[in-house]
């Protein structure tokens, strides 16, 4: 993964960052950015992911002999 970072530069050099992983096993979406400049890097939380979202509203809709 080499996608630029439109929000930022880097906070150290001032370089551009690129995306260099993106993780979301937590059931968040963190992103990490390293600078290709002096190397910095740089993790976001981008908030809850898509798929935890989907299985939560899904596990509300399910009746509720699930729960017994």
């Known amino acids: 993964m080499t996608q630029a970072r439109n929000e930022g530069s880097c906070p150290a050099c001032g370089g551009e960052l690129h ?36 299985h939560d509203a899904a596990a509300k809709q399910r009746p509720e002999e699930d729960a017994q």
């Open 19 to 54: 995306q260099t992983d993106k993780n979301t096993f937590t059931g968040e979406v963190w992103r990490e950015y390293t600078c290709r400049s002096c190397g910095h890097v740089v993790d976001v939380n981008d908030g809850v992911a898509l798929w935890q979202v989907l």
